[in-house]
């Protein structure tokens, strides 16, 4: 360790100055910070310091040494990721550096040097997921934060490059993480090498840590699940660096824990496991019961862990167990000797006598022990008693006492437990065998730590010794890496002093050093601890000074190792180190009953004293070392080596191993005793640093060197110590100069090839000098400012006099003026009020005079008024009752008058009548005397009528006027009555004048006192109107309140309303933004299993490859086909040469049957993962091959029947076709019958019109119908003809064998023009057997149409029905305005579905127009072909020659015709051989997909469906093929993603679907394909452009993902504004790899290349902003992965850098004007990120603010920015651990997931959104250098 005084190069004068700060000792924090209050002077024995807390102290120094204490390191220094960049190296900084990072910034791993330092977090952290793994994987160790993954990085890059094996020791104590972190270096090497084989090592390493945590792992004080051995496991890999296998060894088994624990500790865990499931049925037998009660399982009266059911952990060593291959029987052979184990522990041995024992008989524990083992009660009860001794001549057998006979019970139980041990430990060795060669390896080492406790005994001495070892190991390689820096560097080499630990190793291990004294009294008949104690005084006492006596004891002894003195006691160190067992014991054990295989696996190879077991009782623990596998022909000394000795080797076995490797240091700590969560004790963090080697790592690198600056990095940190004459163009030389005027002292420095090496301190006094001049600086420029500042302080505040004096005189004139104009004012005012006042006293008595004379004249003229009225009154009451008196009189005078003469009138009436009835008495007499005179009596009888027809009017009239005088009569009674009483009335009244009087008077009086009631009621009135006003003006405000509560609530209702609206548009949106992302995420798992079948299926290619290669294959044979096999088939894509391969397999399978076994299976086990697809595919070729079978079966039945049979079928089957034609039509006419009925019935209605147009349009159908009818019975002739002609012919021919047609035909004797002619007419039948086919399928799709349509007109109608009957219901204007708009809805709906009918209708008939075309053109041919041939009769004997037919030259149609044998040079030249450069430079964008199609309709446009298939098939395998070959080069996988993707859209825009012609011209409708409907292999052609963007993407993200990291965060793009510290790590010399350095214009030159590239082959626009949005997003993700995982990076500085290069990538984005496409959006969290480097970090509000802003960050990354932000000056601060909780707390509510790191995987579905082409096809002309010169235009 460096000391003060010589740690830096200047006078401690100089340094030890006020302010400065000093590292002092202290009891609890070990050491305790200090600050300097006065500045140090040679000579004075006392600093004066004031510690952190305010107390002001007096250091003093010590008398001798005059040693100053440690200086502190800058805090610009502090929290660094390696201990060596640390400018003062010395313990108390290299503690503090490791507790600031591991409590203040949560960081638990740490370099220093090449040792990584791990701190147990006691707390699961996200920090292990497979996203850090990927961001470690390929990185230099030092680029990235300390983690365990960059060890591991480091260790399998060295062994791929440098193709040497590799070690990782891992060390700590008990509970440190050693196991966690070897677990977690093996995780990482399977995720990035992946395994060989079929089966993960990794998992199964997974899968037997239960079982070893069960059998090696214990509770302990210190750890509840302590590993009580060690293991170093070898992970090999094979030449291609893949896992292949695993081997692991043991180490030093704690085997005294099976018979003793201390208290609060447990045994090993598996004991207690089999007690927890004793009640199980399969461990009834074992005849088990709880922990307390057995002596092994209860000596720590503590036998529950907290949190662990042991129950539970049973089952998952069990499982466990089955995964790596332990079956059933084993294990219950297991489960049974541990059981046996515990029950032995209980067996109790008394004494018989002093010097014997025995057990007593009948021993329950003894005897389930000896059922279970399968031995005799009797054999084993004597030999746990007794023990044989051997001379030369004889054998004694002697009783033991009981104390003897308990330590070999316990000898026994805990050699039986090692054995079990070490046979598990083989099995999984065997489990994790590799199968095949290793070729390199990588070792992980996890073992104990330095240990010392109060006693320590053999156990510690051994561990110690292995660590010891081990340190040495450690310094060597340090040293020489050491050196390998300086000599790389070209210094001058000096030697370096550091603690060489061989005296100590010597003092162990040489010849007569302790194990060889040990070895030697263990031989000795009568050795014992005491003598070999006193040979170990005499021998080393005097002669090592590392080796001492205590004072207090002659048993014990102290080594002083190189971490700390131990105390060792001698007692059992012999006994341990002799490890014997009783050899009778074993033999008993040999001859078990029992038939398990697994008791003679245990004790097979058993010799005397070879079990590494032990009988001594006491100490604390027991150890056992496995042996290595002893010869068969070894003496027997060989095997009576001691445990020292065999130990011995072991560990030089294992430093042989590590010295044949490359080692890598891992160290773990344990920070505090408790277990509690990121809490620092510096005591125990001190003792652990002290005893693993890291603080020797520093002295080692203090010693030197330790600071390490590039020139680059010295030159941006140092710049302003420069002036701008040192700066020169050679940094190199700038440095050299600058730093001989800094220092003084050149030793201090050195000058390497690429970096500055610096003596511990150089750096802290540079960044001293760095400090004071920008101190200075800053003292300057705040000079500056405060001085302009002061001074622009002054000019203002004398304008601002000068104003407030220039407004001040204002107002004081004008306050002047103000005063005069008041003045003025008042005297006018009082001058006009005086008058005011006396006119309106004037006014006041006029008008009261007025008013008085007023009252006074109206009071006399109403007295006078009063008195004419009264006269008046009176005389009009005389005349009117005088009048009234003279009326009565002279009524009643009248009335008496006209009753007089009445009387007498009807008095006389009397007399009269009764003189007429005697006349009528007289009459009738008459007649009876004169009967001849009937006619005149008739004549008279009528006059009679008549006159008494007038008689009853008269008295009618007389009734009516007796009536009225009645009336009259009455009338006038009751008027002379009124007279009587009017008459007695006016006498009546003279008498009342009197009262009438009188009561005048009492109505005047009353009249008064009603006047005043009146006023009364008047005032109460007014009284009442005033409070009603009041009250209405309350009710009125109350109103209005209630007005204004009203529109308070209108508004809340309509705010709510609003809201709800805006809530349901949100929620609206977040579905439709859901919807969107489900259907992303499922677009992207569909994406995804493309992916990964586009995998397997070059894995199968691979595969199937290697084992064609690795079998001979025989010559291929001819094999027959069908020539209908390829139309009879499914349309799927695989083409001919899948089909080749799947028949080269099978070939090879054939072969292989024969080949040896095991080959087969070792080519089996390769291709397991495969197996499912293959078995499928299988399945599906013989399906295939059963198809074939059967069609063969099927053509040989037709070919032995005659040749007529067919035809004879061929005739039938047209004749069914015209019947099935007429049966149509008879269905179209009674459609159309239908139809004309219901328009007739409705025609007057509206809609008729378009069903006249619809008939029409069927009418034409059916007369084209009719045209083809008639050219299908010519056709049906010829055909009948050709069949009289060649009848005689197939009648003679016989056939031997199944064959297709062609080749019959070819056998004729006239085999040409008949072969020709009967060529075309099967093609020509099998045309019109297709078209056939389809007219009749189109017709009755027609039919149901039509049906549909009259269904629908019946629906219509019925409810035309329903809305009539509801309208009548209605009132008469209700009811027509419903019919009018149920007529016009109804009348709207039938135009629109006609319209629509009518369109499809013209449609169909265009195209049924142009099929007929064709066909009929094809008819021609084929009938002008058979014009020209002879006769039928003369067919037999003369040879029809084949007529060629020239085709009229006509327009060209955008068609390409080629040939079938041409098919596969157009694949070649067009595809496979065609360079992308030249056709993206020269051509057309899209050529090749335009050629392709064109051919393709073609080939749609004769109709062949072979020729279709096996050109879209050819076409889809050949640029998989071209893909998979050139899958690396960009501008080819861009050139055929673009041509994929516009042959796509060619097969769209040209279907005929509707959807896809919107855009497309006259002439390309014409152009649409017109016989097959390709929509399958559109999805094809789809999943093909998905896989083939997945693969730009991929090779994309490869070219730019070396550029991101050093483009976006380490090349400064703003220069001079980061002045970024180094971060000083010395990187290894194999880790430095010479890269260019990119810089941001890199990227952006790249992503320019990309786009042009895109571009220039005619790629989309929408896929050209996918691609780069997924640009983008990777660059996003893996720059703020890096910023997660440097904490250099993470500084304010390098925050504006990154805004700076995102500004770029956006200017980018404009300049292409492609700001839309969603890629700014990707760059989101990077921005956020940096903006949290550059916002204020410390109040609450700054919390709220960062909070808000930081949406697209998760909480973990958040706080991780936080925890690594470091500053890069002294002028900045770092983040409090306050304010990091005030974050967490407020982000506590937030729904994400833990993950760290971003996910650069993720490839955002795609999508291809149809983009038709305005290029006709028929303009397009093909070049010459494409050699398509076997194409045809038509």
């Not at 893996?1678 to 925050?1695: A, E």
Request: charged letters at 30%.
């Amino acid at each position: 360790m460096e000391k003060g005084h010589d740690s830096c190069s200047m006078a401690a004068s100089e340094l030890y100055t006020k302010f400065a700060r000093v590292w002092i000792p202290d009891a609890e924090e070990v050491w305790k910070s200090a600050e300097l209050t006065k500045n140090y002077k040679h000579g004075d024995s006392t600093l004066h310091l004031t510690l952190e807390d305010g107390m002001d102290i007096e250091h003093k120094l010590d008398d001798k040494t005059k040693n100053l204490p440690h200086l502190r390191n800058p805090d610009i220094l502090v929290g660094e990721n390696d201990l060596t960049a640390l400018s003062y190296l010395h313990e108390p900084a290299v503690l503090h550096n490791l507790k600031v990072r591991f409590t203040d910034s949560k960081l638990i791993y740490t370099y220093c040097g090449i040792v990584l330092v791990a701190i147990n977090p006691y707390e699961n952290l996200p920090i292990y997921g497979s996203d850090i793994i990927n961001a470690y994987s390929g990185q230099n160790m030092g680029d990235m934060d300390p983690h365990i993954f960059a060890v591991a990085e480091e260790a399998y890059k060295q062994m791929a490059r440098d193709e040497r094996n590799q070690s990782i020791i891992v060390s700590g104590e008990s509970g440190a993480g050693k196991t966690v972190s070897a677990k977690y270096a093996m995780r990482y090497f399977a995720t990035v090498s992946g395994a060989a084989t079929e089966a993960n090592v990794e998992e199964k390493v997974l899968a037997s840590n239960p079982i070893m945590e069960a059998i090696g792992n214990a509770k302990t004080t210190r750890n509840d699940n302590s590993s009580r051995f060690g293991k170093y496991i070898e992970i090999g890999f094979d030449k291609r660096y893949r896992i292949i296998g695993a081997n692991m060894r043991t180490y030093l088994l704690e085997k005294s824990r099976v018979v003793f624990q201390a208290d609060e500790e447990r045994n090993y865990h598996i004991f207690y496991q089999l007690c927890a499931s004793s009640h199980l049925p399969e461990f009834k037998n074992l005849k088990l019961g709880s922990a307390d009660d057995f002596h092994c399982t209860n000596q720590g009266q503590n036998p529950i862990i907290d949190g662990v059911d042991d129950a539970k952990e049973m089952c998952t060593t069990r499982h466990a167990f089955s995964l790596l291959g332990i079956n059933e029987l084993n294990q219950r052979g297991l489960f049974q000797v541990l059981a046996a184990i515990l029950h032995l522990g209980n067996v109790e041995i008394k004494d018989r006598d002093s010097d014997s024992s025995i057990i007593p008989p009948n021993n329950r524990h003894l005897t389930v022990f000896c059922e279970l083992m399968g031995v005799t009660y009797q054999d084993m009860s004597h030999w746990l008693c007794h023990k044989k001794l051997k001379t030369a001549q004889e054998t004694y057998i002697k009783p033991i006492p009981r104390l003897q006979a308990s330590n070999a019970r316990d000898a026994l139980a805990k050699h039986i437990y090692a054995k079990v041990f070490n046979w598990i430990v083989d099995h999984v060795n065997k489990s994790l065998r590799a199968t095949v060669k290793q070729h390199s390896f990588i070792g992980v080492l996890d073992i104990y730590g330095f240990e010392t406790f109060e006693i320590n005994s053999f156990e510690q001495f051994c561990i110690n010794y292995a660590n010891e070892k081990l340190q040495q190991q450690f310094n060597m390689h340090v040293f020489k890496l050491e050196q390998e820096e300086y000599l790389k560097e070209q210094i001058p080499w000096t030697l370096i002093d550091f603690y060489d630990n061989q005296p100590c190793i010597n003092l162990i291990e040489a010849k007569m050093g302790v194990l060889d004294l040990l070895d030697e009294e263990c031989k000795m008949p009568k050795g014992s601890d005491d003598s070999w104690a006193q040979k170990l005084y005499n021998t080393h006492l005097k002669t090592c000074s590392l080796f001492e006596k205590p004072r207090m004891s002659n048993k014990a002894f102290i080594i002083q190792h190189f971490a700390d003195k131990v105390q060792y006691q001698c007692d059992g160190f012999l006994e341990k180190n002799k490890d014997t067992v009783n050899e009778e014991q074993i033999n008993v054990l040999k001859a078990s009953k029992l038939k398990l295989d697994l008791l003679v696996e245990l004790f097979q190879d058993e010799e005397k004293a070879t079990s590494p077991t032990g009988t001594a009782a006491g100490g604390r623990t027991r150890l056992s070392v496995k042996p290595k596998e002893i010869r068969p022909g070894a003496s027997s000394k060989e095997h009576k080596k001691t445990v020292g000795c065999q130990f011995r080797n072991s560990l030089a076995m294992l430093m042989e191993t590590l010295n044949a490797t490359t080692p890598h240091y891992v160290r773990c700590i344990k920070p505090n005793d408790l277990k509690f969560p990121f809490t620092f004790d510096p005591k125990r963090a001190v003792q652990q640093l002290r005893a693993c080697g890291v603080l020797e790592t520093i002295r080692i690198s203090a010693a030197g060197f330790p600071s390490r600056w590039t020139y680059q990095e010295f030159f941006s940190r140092y710049r302003v110590l420069m002036k701008q004459k040192d700066v020169l163009s050679d940094r190199r030389l700038t440095c050299r100069n600058v730093l001989e005027k800094l220092v003084q002292d050149q030793d201090k420095y050195q000058f390497g090839k690429t970096k500055i090496f610096f003596r511990a301190g150089q750096v802290a006094y540079l960044e001293k000098l760095r400090a004071d001049k920008l101190r200075k600086a800053c003292v300057r420029i705040q000079k500056t400012i405060r001085c302009w500042l002061v001074r622009k302080k002054y000019l203002r505040k004398k304008h601002a006099a000068i104003t407030i004096q220039r407004y001040t005189r204002g107002h004081q004139a004008r306050c002047l003026v103000k005063y005069m104009r008041q003045t003025l004012a008042a005297i006018t005012i009082q001058k006009f009020q005086r008058m005011c006042v006396q006119r309106k006293l004037y006014l006041q008595k006029q008008a009261a005079a007025l008013v008085m004379q007023t009252i006074l004249r109206a009071y006399m003229a109403r007295q006078k008024y009063q008195g004419l009225l009264r006269n008046h009154k009176a005389v009009f009451i005389q005349k009117h009752v005088r009048g009234w008196l003279a009326r009565q009189r002279y009524k009643r005078s009248l009335r008496a008058i006209v009753y007089l003469q009445c009387c007498i009138r009807r008095m006389k009436a009397k007399k009269e009548l009764k003189k007429l009835k005697i006349e009528a008495r007289s009459v009738e007499h008459f007649k009876k005397l004169n009967v001849g005179m009937e006619n005149k009596i008739m004549q008279l009888q009528r006059k009679l009528d008549e006159q008494a027809k007038d008689n009853r009017v008269t008295s009618e009239r007389l009734n009516c006027l007796e009536t009225s005088h009645a009336v009259e009569s009455e009338k006038l009674k009751v008027e002379v009555s009124k007279l009587k009483g009017i008459e007695e009335e006016a006498k009546n009244n003279a008498n009342r004048v009197t009262s009438l009087l009188e009561e005048l008077e009492k109505l005047r009086k009353e009249l008064t006192t009603t006047q005043k009631e009146k006023k009364t009621i008047e005032d109460w009135a007014t009284k009442y109107r005033d409070e009603m006003e009041k009250m209405v003006a309350e009710l009125k405000e109350q109103n209005g309140l209630l007005k204004t509560e009203k529109d308070d609530l209108n508004r809340m209702i309509k705010e709510q309303s609003q809201q709800m609206t805006e809530k349901m548009a949100r929620a609206l949106a977040e579905e439709t933004q859901q919807l969107e992302s489900d259907l992303n995420e499922e677009r992207s798992r569909y994406q995804n299993l493309l992916t990964e079948h586009l995998r397997l299926e070059e894995r199968y290619d691979d595969l199937k490859e290697e084992i064609t290669l690795s079998v001979s294959v025989p010559k291929p044979g001819h094999r027959r086909t069908d020539s209908t096999h390829s139309s009879n088939g499914s349309e799927c894509t695989y083409n001919s040469e899948f089909a080749e391969s799947e028949e080269s397999s099978r070939h090879g399978e054939d072969v292989t049957r024969g080949m040896d076994t095991s080959l087969t299976l070792k080519l089996q086990k390769r291709v397991t993962e495969l197996e499912q697809e293959k078995s499928s595919l299988r399945n599906e070729l013989e399906n295939k091959e059963e198809q074939f079978q059967r069609a063969r079966v099927r053509d040989d039945e037709e070919h032995r029947k005659s040749r007529g049979a067919e035809l004879e079928y061929e005739s039938l089957k047209r004749q069914e076709l015209d019947s099935e034609n007429k049966k149509l039509k008879h269905d179209l006419t009674a459609m159309r019958q239908s139809l004309l009925g219901n328009a007739g019935a409705g025609a007057g209605a509206p809609g008729s019109p378009p069903y006249k147009v619809l008939m029409d349009q069927l009418n034409s159908s059916c007369e084209e119908l009719e045209v083809r009818k008639e050219e299908v019975l010519i056709l049906r002739s010829q055909l009948v003809s050709q069949k009289e002609a060649m009848q005689h012919k197939d009648e003679k021919e016989t056939m031997t064998e199944p064959v297709h047609y062609v080749e019959d035909v070819h056998k004729m004797k006239d085999s040409g023009a008949i072969t020709q002619a009967y060529l075309g007419l099967k093609e020509t039948n099998r045309l019109l057997e297709g078209q056939m086919q389809q007219q009749r399928r189109s017709y009755d799709n027609e039919v149901e149409v039509l049906r549909g349509e009259l269904q629908s007109v019946k629906e219509e109608n019925n409810r035309q029905q329903q809305l009539l009957a509801q309208n009548l219901q209605l009132p008469p204007e209700a009811r027509i305005e419903a019919s009018l708009q149920h007529e016009i809805t109804r009348l709207t709906n039938e135009n629109l579905d006609l319209m629509e009918q009518l369109e499809k209708q013209d449609k169909t008939i265009r195209k049924l127009k142009k099929q007929l075309k064709v066909f009929s053109k094809k008819i021609g041919e084929m009938g002008a072909g058979q014009g020209e041939t002879i006769s039928p009769g003369q067919m037999v004997e003369e040879t029809v020659r084949p007529v060629n037919i020239p085709r009229r030259e006509k327009d060209f149609q955008g068609m390409l015709e080629y040939k079938k044998e041409d098919e596969l040079k157009l694949v070649k030249n067009l595809i496979l051989e065609l360079k992308p450069r030249g056709v993206a430079v020269n051509l057309i964008p899209g050529l090749p997909a335009y050629i392709l199609f064109m051919c393709l309709r073609h080939a749609d446009y004769v109709n062949d469906d072979q020729k279709v298939r096996t050109l879209l098939t050819s076409t889809i395998n050949s640029i998989k093929k071209i893909l998979k070959k050139r899958g690396d080069d960009f501008e080819t996988v861009s050139f055929w993603l673009s041509n994929t993707c516009r042959f796509l859209h060619c097969l769209k825009q040209y279907s005929g679907d509707e959807s896809f012609m919107k855009h497309n011209t006259p002439k390309q409708n014409d152009h649409c394909l017109s016989n097959f409907d390709l929509a399958e292999y559109r999805q094809v052609l789809s999943d093909l452009a998905i896989q083939i963007y997945q693969q730009l993407i991929k090779c994309m993200e490869n070219i730019l993902q070396p550029m991101i990291v050093s483009g976006m965060l380490e090349h400064e793009t703003i220069q001079g504004v980061s002045g970024v510290k180094p971060t000083g790590l010395r990187k290894r010399t194999s880790s430095i790899a010479d890269e260019g350095t990119y810089t941001l214009e890199s990227i952006l030159r790249q992503l320019s290349a990309f786009h042009s590239t895109m571009c220039q082959h005619g790629t989309d626009p929408e896929l050209i902003k996918q691609v780069v949005k997924q640009q983008f997003y990777i660059i996003g993700a893996v720059t703020l992965n890096n910023l997660l995982l440097r904490k250099d990076m993470c500084s304010w500085s390098k925050g504006m850098q990154i805004r700076y290069n995102v500004s770029q990538l956006e200017e980018w984005l404009r300049d292409k004007s492609l700001m839309l496409c969603g890629a700014k959006e990707t760059l989101e969290p990077l921005i956020q990120a940096a903006q949290l480097l550059q916002v204020k970090k410390k109040t609450d509000e700054d919390a709220e603010a960062i909070c808000s802003m930081c949406n697209s960050l998760s909480t973990s990354q958040i706080v991780k920015v936080l925890n690594l932000y470091t500053p890069v000056n002294e002028f900045e601060e770092r983040v409090s651990v306050t304010f990091i909780r005030t974050i967490q707390t407020r982000l506590r509510d937030r729904c994400e997931t833990p993950q760290l790191l971003m996910d650069t995987k993720i490839i955002y579905p795609v999508t291809f959104p149809f983009n038709p082409s305005s290029l006709a096809l028929e303009t397009i002309q093909i070049p010459g250098s494409l050699n398509l010169a076997f194409l045809t235009r038509v």
